[in-house]
């Protein structure tokens, strides 16, 4: 997501030397500790030693799990209520409906990207049950993807990724 700046490129790596007060550095060490993807080594060069380490280590007795889901008989409908999920080409849009009750939409939430709308969601605290926030953020990307690309998006189906090869074939 990010360049270094003045940095040096080593196949697929960028470094960078830096000669930092102590200030600096803290907050070097910091930002890459906090870094989400993992991928900022500090290394101190004088001491030959790495201060923050991607490396990822497993451990030897890792518990591992198959993951299963049976939706008929595990779905639990959210006492909340249900969303009503399009997308508005037109508009290069994603849209979804809160309905408490049946068929009700009491609530309208509208973005471009699916982390602004989940996160607008949770902060509204709409819903509460995490299985149905991973619902909605399913959705969100699929109905995204689907924006993209052009292709239709129907809540709760698969894409249908071979509106592409159509549109392909056409050209």
Do not use: W
Request: hydrophobic letters at 35%.
């Amino acid at each position: 997501k990010a360049d270094l700046i003045q940095a040096e490129t080593n196949g697929e790596y960028q470094t960078r030397v830096v000669t930092c007060d102590d200030h600096t550095a803290t907050l070097i060490i910091e930002a890459a500790e906090k870094c989400p993807s993992n991928v900022i080594n500090v290394i101190d060069i004088q001491k030959k030693e790495k201060i923050v380490d991607t490396t990822i280590k497993i451990k030897d007795d890792i518990r591992e799990i198959k993951a299963e889901y049976d939706d008929m008989k595990e779905f639990v409908l959210d006492e909340k209520g249900y969303f009503l999920i399009r997308i508005l080409p037109e508009k290069k849009l994603i849209e979804i409906g809160f309905c408490g009750k049946r068929n009700t939409v009491e609530v309208k939430v509208y973005g471009t990207k699916p982390i602004e709308i989940y996160q607008t969601v949770l902060r509204e605290k709409i819903i509460e049950r995490p299985d149905h926030a991973a619902y909605l953020g399913r959705e969100l990307q699929k109905a995204y993807i689907a924006l993209q690309l052009n292709i239709p998006y129907v809540q709760d189906d698969e894409l249908h990724l071979e509106y592409l090869h159509k549109k392909e074939e056409k050209q």
